[in-house]
């Protein structure tokens, strides 16, 4: 073996797990779900649950789709039996923790789509994290109550 080879593969293995797990997060995406609206909805609300797998805080600090003008992160408080929405600059998932977007709680806020969108179509949506990586999700449109589950994974 070459000097060179031999310099290489002492500088360059000892990096391979970092190399190898760079671009990648430790969130596991589940049941992600828009609900339909009507057609001329101007906002939708989209849902998921977000699992933090790995020994660091996480933080979603924007998401965007080609079909929405603008994603907000938003969260219902109910106060004085009344509810309003706040909307929430990031969403911070704690290492081992799950945080659930869903009705009544924390949610996105999909702001005027493009087009109608019904039961049956789905949406590409981007996750940006603190850490600049951007996480891909695919949220199909259903009508809320169905008792369907969509599983996508990210590690």
Same mark, same amino acid.
């Given at each position: 073996?070459?000097?060179?080879?031999?310099?290489?593969?002492v500088i360059v293995l000892p990096l391979?797990?970092?190399?190898l797990h760079a671009g990648q997060s430790?969130?596991?995406?589940?049941?992600?779900?828009?609900?339909?609206?009507?057609?001329?909805?101007?906002?939708?609300?989209?849902?998921?649950?977000?699992?933090?797998?790995?020994?660091?805080?996480?933080s979603i600090t924007s998401a965007d789709?080609?079909?929405?003008?603008?994603?907000?992160?938003?969260?219902?408080?109910?106060?004085?039996?009344?509810?309003?929405?706040?909307?929430?600059?990031? =969403?911070?998932?704690?290492?081992?923790?799950?945080? +659930? @977007?869903?009705?009544?709680?924390?949610?996105?806020?999909?702001? #005027?789509? !493009?087009?109608?969108?019904?039961?049956?179509?789905?949406?590409?949506?981007?996750?940006? =994290?603190?850490?600049?990586?951007?996480?891909?999700? +695919? @949220?199909?449109?259903?009508?809320?109550?169905?008792?369907?589950? #969509?599983? !996508?994974?990210?590690?």
């Amino acid at each position: 073996m070459n000097a060179y080879r031999m310099i290489l593969m002492v500088i360059v293995l000892p990096l391979l797990p970092a190399l190898l797990h760079a671009g990648q997060s430790d969130l596991d995406i589940k049941d992600a779900w828009i609900q339909e609206g009507p057609p001329n909805a101007r906002v939708l609300a989209g849902f998921m649950q977000i699992t933090n797998n790995g020994d660091k805080t996480v933080s979603i600090t924007s998401a965007d789709s080609s079909l929405f003008k603008s994603i907000e992160f938003h969260r219902t408080i109910h106060a004085d039996g009344m509810a309003r929405m706040e909307k929430q600059q990031q =969403l911070t998932i704690q290492p081992g923790a799950t945080l +659930k @977007l869903e009705h009544g709680s924390y949610h996105l806020m999909l702001i #005027q789509p !493009h087009q109608p969108l019904k039961r049956g179509d789905s949406v590409d949506l981007n996750l940006r =994290l603190s850490s600049d990586i951007i996480l891909p999700v +695919k @949220l199909p449109v259903r009508q809320p109550g169905r008792e369907q589950h #969509q599983h !996508h994974h990210h590690h």
